[in-house]
């Protein structure tokens, strides 16, 4: 029996579907075409006319169509429903480490965490800083406030940049190899 007499449409081809896919992805009948068929052999306005023929296939427009729908579907997925798929894992879930993994986003997904870092050493600058005398350098850190951690939700990383130890030149010391050195004689 064939398909048409069932009222079933007959299933597109190998090549059909690739088109049909790459349509979806591309949105170009022409790139889609050239993708899913041998075109080495074709001239570009045989293809524009065969690429054109098959988007209009009334078969591949209900496939695209459903591909569509499909696509859309997928998308409609809401930070809401992640969350409580998540939740629903933390609580009902039968592996300890997925449980753990979701609490630790659900955490994170509300700000419950936020990350530290302190960072100290000494600093490397070759610009008109390391041009300045030790004294100058001493008088203008003095100056500066004392340093602290910075810890919120809007800033989660919180730098600390310590005053320098007297008699240490950065201008001849690596970044952050904390090595003093003697002042020059």
Request: charged share 20%; hydrophobic share 40%.
């Amino acid at each position: 029996m064939a398909y048409r007499d069932k009222g079933v449409p007959k299933p597109l081809t190998p090549k059909q579907e690739a088109f049909a896919q790459a349509y979806l992805l591309t949105g170009n009948a022409t790139a889609a075409y050239r993708q899913a068929y041998d075109t080495q052999q074709m001239q570009d306005p045989s293809i524009y006319v065969a690429a054109h023929a098959l988007v209009h296939n009334p078969k591949i427009t209900l496939r695209l169509d459903k591909l569509k729908a499909d696509a859309s579907r997928l998308a409609d997925v809401t930070i809401a429903d992640v969350v409580a798929g998540l939740l629903d894992i933390a609580r009902n879930g039968r592996v300890e480490s997925a449980k753990a993994r979701a609490w630790e986003l659900i955490g994170k997904h509300l700000g419950m965490f936020t990350d530290r870092i302190q960072v100290e050493g000494l600093l490397h600058h070759t610009g008109a800083v390391g041009q300045l005398s030790d004294s100058d350098l001493r008088r203008l850190l003095d100056a500066l406030p004392a340093p602290t951690v910075i810890d919120a939700p809007a800033l989660p990383l919180g730098i600390v940049a310590p005053a320098l130890p007297p008699g240490t030149d950065t201008a001849d010391s690596a970044p952050g190899d904390g090595a003093p050195v003697s002042e020059p004689t």
